[in-house]
């Protein structure tokens, strides 16, 4: 029987976890199955997503459309080198996405996470100037933004524990607040100011909603403005999507939201409806052309072993297919629906500030003074946990990202558990 597993103990032996501190991290939980919006642990208890696996299987685990599709693709090509060879689902998925990628997107370079999907992103920027002979070597971010673990990527992130002991091979970067609504003027003269004493080669930014600073949503028109002074400065605009990408806002991206639109958009997480790994970073012509060249040396050369491989190509093929579907849609709208029903519920309770949502995405701060009760994080962990749901806060902030195939009733139970954790602080 699968309680005979002994996940936990076996797992200390040779194991290192992500984002762990071993020392003082408890044991970590033996999960041996997955389906729909639930999680199964070898105990055999049961938990509800409630963040879809850090938002990558939105339409459900094991969703036996997509396991069917890429089962099928196993049997027919399961590797192939992508340089020098294509094939059908990378074509096709190609195909799939530009339908639905913001305005202007135009090619499409393939690798394996969220981080690289960045990292080439920041590369392609640095290069575009370097092809066109600019002597621009500095990115621009915001402050509090995070777009993974590589070190482009953590360079452009904000500071934290994550990235703290690296600093000093950072590559050169640039940071601005937020716009809020109110500082935007603020922002735009430091923009304007950065921009005079540096030479800046592209902004890095992840538009609407930093997944990573606990679920921050911003002004869309500030980043309108920001991306506009950017685009007169020939800046290039690397919209890093990997959280909000595939419909998690409501829209296909977050930049659907924006008028100004992206010169690069960064993709991954949900891009596979969590089957396989892969991340995907596209651009549009005019970054194609500075790279498009007699001179070998103008080229992209970068490129990762599993480049396209054609089972994650297959998976997200299928996942784009689920995402367009009018009942893909139908959900996503649902369960915005519900949020905007939890939100009005709870938003005169003292204990609820900040109250935020956009699209399957809500979050809000907990008030409670947290010197007072020690680590409020990993008490509200336990708690969710106890009951029977898989939410994962930062610091007070509590989130749901749960898949968009959650059922109303699954859905009532979050609530219902966040609502618990009001009386215990
Ligand atoms: C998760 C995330 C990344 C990093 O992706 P990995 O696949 O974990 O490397 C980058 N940017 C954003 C916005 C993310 O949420």
């Known amino acids: 029987m699968e309680d005979k ?12 976890h992500p984002l762990t501190q071993h020392k003082i991290a408890g044991d970590a939980l033996g999960i041996t199955k997955a389906k729909g919006a639930r999680l199964y642990d070898e105990n055999g208890k049961e938990y509800i997503d409630g963040i879809s696996s850090w938002y990558t299987c939105v339409y459900g685990h094991c969703n036996d459309f997509i396991t069917d599709r890429v089962a099928m693709q196993m049997k027919n090509l399961d590797q192939v080198v992508f340089s020098g060879f294509t094939h059908l689902p990378a074509v096709e998925l190609s195909e799939a996405l530009i339908k639905i990628l913001p305005e202007g997107q135009q090619k499409m370079f393939f690798n394996d996470n969220g981080s690289t999907a960045t990292e080439i992103g920041i590369k392609m920027a640095l290069q575009y ?3 066109l002979g600019n002597d621009r070597k500095v ?3 915001f402050e509090e933004g995070f777009h993974g673990d590589t070190f482009g990527a953590m360079s452009v992130s904000g500071l934290s524990v994550y990235n703290g002991a690296f600093q000093d091979h950072f590559i050169a970067v640039k940071r601005i607040p937020v716009p809020k609504g109110e500082n935007n003027a603020e922002v735009l003269e430091l923009l304007k100011q950065l921009i005079k004493e540096n030479n800046i080669a592209g902004f890095i930014y992840e538009p609407l909603v930093q997944g990573a600073a606990a679920m921050k949503i911003h002004d869309a028109d500030g980043l309108n403005q920001i991306l506009k002074v950017c685009k007169e400065n020939d800046i290039v605009c690397v919209a890093d999507e990997v959280m909000t990408g595939f419909g998690k806002t409501g829209k296909y991206f977050a930049s659907d939201y924006i008028e100004i639109k992206p010169d690069i958009v960064c993709m991954s997480k949900a891009l596979t409806a969590g089957l396989l790994p892969m991340g995907l970073t596209s651009c549009t012509q005019k970054i194609y052309n500075a790279f498009y060249s007699e001179d070998i040396a103008k080229g992209l050369f970068h490129g990762h072993t599993y480049s396209a491989n054609p089972l ?14 009018p009942e893909m849609q139908n959900n996503i709208k649902r369960i915005e629906n519900l949020h905007q029903i939890f939100a009005a519920k709870i938003k005169e309770h ?3 500030t900040n109250i935020r949502h956009l699209g399957i995405i809500f979050a809000f701060d907990l008030d409670v003074e947290m010197e007072r009760y020690g680590n409020v994080r990993n008490q509200l962990f336990e708690y969710f946990m106890e009951n029977g749901v898989y939410l994962r806060p930062l610091g007070n902030t509590i989130y749901i990202t749960a898949p968009y195939i959650t059922s109303d009733k699954e859905m009532q139970k979050i609530y219902d558990t966040i609502e618990g954790v009001f009386d215990r602080f």
């Open 5 to 16: 597993l002994n996940l936990a103990e076996r797992d200390k032996k040779h194991l290192w």
């Open 139 to 141: 990115m621009l971010a």
């Open 350 to 352: 003292p204990k609820v």
């Open 129 to 131: 100037h370097h092809n």
């Open 312 to 325: 994650a190509c297959a998976a997200a093929l299928a996942g784009v297919e689920l995402l367009v579907s």
